[in-house]
């Protein structure tokens, strides 16, 4: 087994982490999980939406050097991967779409691939180009000590800090990348879900996305679009 597969393994891991934790969520301390669920939402709409997705993913907007800085943090601290890994693969899967080449199709490579699959593809160099800065090439190589630091830290604070402000709330960040993967595309097309946009607060318009890659809102519903505008969008450009 190569580096480069144990390093893959390694995510998966964490994430099995976050599922312990979202799952002893419910035992534990229930009165807390309120917190968890702000902290995801706004997880979500600033971490996995706005950041990872459209800003790194698409580059469907630009802004500010404050909260540029901002999004590289919030969207290595959810904990999918790092920037540079996760749009290397997000970038390959639409360019081969729901084809034999889709790392995470549910139809060409079952559930698996979108619940723990480790993608065993080697992703171009081309497809990331523009992420090699020294900021985001530095998260690449700390992400792992990030997070671990991160878990030493807040368990010392109190384990229930760990479960309910970070383990469980970015578990719920990884299981709307299954719902995105998932839904829209589990009949071998792209297509819109009413159910991943609920959940992951504006990403279910999947077949407007696929076409157009480069726009920062989907639809009118898409809650993360009105936060990029007002938030977080350059006004001048």
């Known amino acids: 087994m190569s580096k480069l597969l144990q390093r893959k393994y390694w995510s998966r891991y964490l994430h099995l982490?976050?599922?312990?934790?979202?799952?002893?969520?419910?035992?534990?301390?229930?009165?807390y999980l309120l917190y968890t669920l702000i902290i995801y939402i706004f997880s979500e709409i600033f971490g996995g939406n706005a950041g990872l997705h459209r800003y790194f993913g698409h580059r469907a907007f630009t802004t500010g050097p404050l909260r540029a800085r901002f999004l590289r943090w919030i969207t290595h601290h959810i904990g999918m991967t790092s920037v540079i890994a996760w749009v290397g693969h997000h970038r390959w899967?639409?360019?081969?779409?729901?084809?034999?080449?889709?790392?995470?199709?549910?139809?060409k490579n079952g559930l698996w691939s979108i619940i723990g699959g480790i993608p065993d593809v080697r992703i171009p160099p081309r497809y990331v180009k523009?992420?090699?800065?020294s900021e985001l090439k530095w998260w690449h190589k700390n992400f792992?000590?990030?997070?671990?630091?991160?878990?030493?830290?807040?368990?010392?604070?109190?384990?229930?800090?760990?479960?309910?402000?970070?383990l469980a709330p970015n578990f719920m960040c990884l299981l709307?990348?299954?719902?995105i993967a998932y839904?829209?595309?589990?009949?071998?097309?792209?297509?819109?879900?009413?159910?991943?946009?609920?959940?992951?607060?504006?990403?279910?318009?999947?077949?407007?996305?696929?076409?157009?890659?480069?726009?920062?809102?989907?639809?009118?519903?898409?809650?993360?679009?009105?936060?990029i505008h007002f938030l977080l969008k350059e006004k001048n450009v």
């Open 17 to 31: 982490l976050f599922f312990a934790g979202f799952a002893s969520a419910f035992f534990l301390a229930p009165q």
């Open 93 to 107: 899967h639409h360019e081969h779409s729901d084809t034999d080449h889709d790392i995470h199709s549910p139809t």
């Open 130 to 133: 523009d992420l090699l800065t």
């Open 144 to 166: 792992f000590v990030y997070h671990i630091a991160v878990i030493v830290i807040l368990f010392l604070i109190h384990p229930y800090v760990l479960i309910y402000g970070y």
């Open 176 to 179: 709307s990348g299954m719902f």
């Open 183 to 227: 839904f829209p595309h589990r009949t071998g097309k792209v297509k819109n879900s009413v159910i991943t946009e609920i959940y992951t607060l504006g990403e279910g318009w999947h077949l407007f996305h696929h076409d157009n890659p480069r726009e920062y809102r989907f639809s009118k519903t898409d809650v993360t679009g009105w936060i």
